[in-house]
T-cell receptor
Framework: DSGVTQTPKHLITATGQRVTLRCSPR?????VYWYQQSLDQGLQFLIQ???????AKGNILERFSAQQFPDLHSELNLSSLELGDSALYFC??????????????FGPGTRLTVL | GESVGLHLPTLSVQEGDNSIINCAYS??????FIWYKQESGKGPQFIID?????DKRQGQRVTVLLNKTVKHLSLQIAATQPGDSAVYFC?????????????FGSGTRLLVRP
């Protein structure tokens, strides 16, 4: 158990809908990262937040957005869902002030199925 | 459980043998590397890391080797056990678009034969 929690574990929805995925980082971690993992593309970095502020952006679609709240939990919002958005979505967190390292600890993921 | 990467390269080893999983990374400026293990239905789990100023690092039953000349990373698992069966990802840290990012490899599936 990494200490990172994600809810829900599974989500089934229809095309065009909007969903929210939730992540709680490990105690003391300030950074939260979101990744998408699909069968044919591996782990793709979406976005990073650090202490409530957006720190880095990856391959995140405009239909997707995220935020990190004062209690450091984060939510990933996916809207106008398409069949191709079906994937595993992982959240990871890392401790502050790591300097030359960047170890990220992953949650168990949310399996999103868009029908 | 979930199947990740149905078309991943697969390494099949006998229980008790040593395993070597290889990874080629792309950016010569990458300064930090991590190996993750992902079991079916679970998130990636940190195994071991190495900084670019090192060429070898050992953990419990695992060793990571870094060859910066050819941009190659390997993970050696000693006395492989059935519980080692998983998909293994290497990740490199790169400076891109004004921030550090982890770029993951496509993964290798390790199957341990009893």
């Amino acid at each position: 158990d990494s200490g990172v929690t994600q809810t829900p574990k599974h989500l089934i929805t229809a095309t065009g809908q909007r969903v929210t995925l939730r992540c709680s980082p490990r105690s003391g971690d300030l950074s939260v990262y979101w990744y998408q993992q699909s069968l044919d593309q591996g782990l793709q970095f979406l976005i990073q937040y650090y202490n409530g502020e957006e720190r880095a952006k990856g391959n995140i679609l405009e239909r997707f957005s995220a935020q990190q709240f004062p209690d450091l939990h984060s939510e990933l919002n996916l809207s106008s869902l398409e069949l191709g958005d079906s994937a595993l979505y992982f959240c990871a967190s890392s401790p502050p002030g790591q300097g030359t390292t960047d170890t990220q600890y992953f949650g168990p993921g949310t399996r999103l199925t868009v029908l | 459980g979930e199947s990740v990467g149905l078309h991943l390269p697969t390494l099949s080893v006998q229980e008790g043998d040593n395993s070597i999983i290889n990874c080629a990374y792309s950016n010569s400026a990458s300064d930090y590397f991590i190996w993750y293990k992902q079991e079916s239905g679970k998130g990636p789990q940190f195994i071991i890391d190495i900084r670019s100023n090192m060429d070898k690092r050992q953990g419990q039953r695992v060793t990571v080797l870094l060859n910066k000349t050819v941009k190659h990373l390997s993970l050696q698992i000693a006395a492989t056990q059935p519980g080692d069966s998983a998909v293994y990802f290497c990740a490199e840290r790169v400076w891109r678009d004004s921030s550090y990012k982890l770029i993951f490899g496509s993964g290798t599936r390790l199957l341990v034969r009893p």
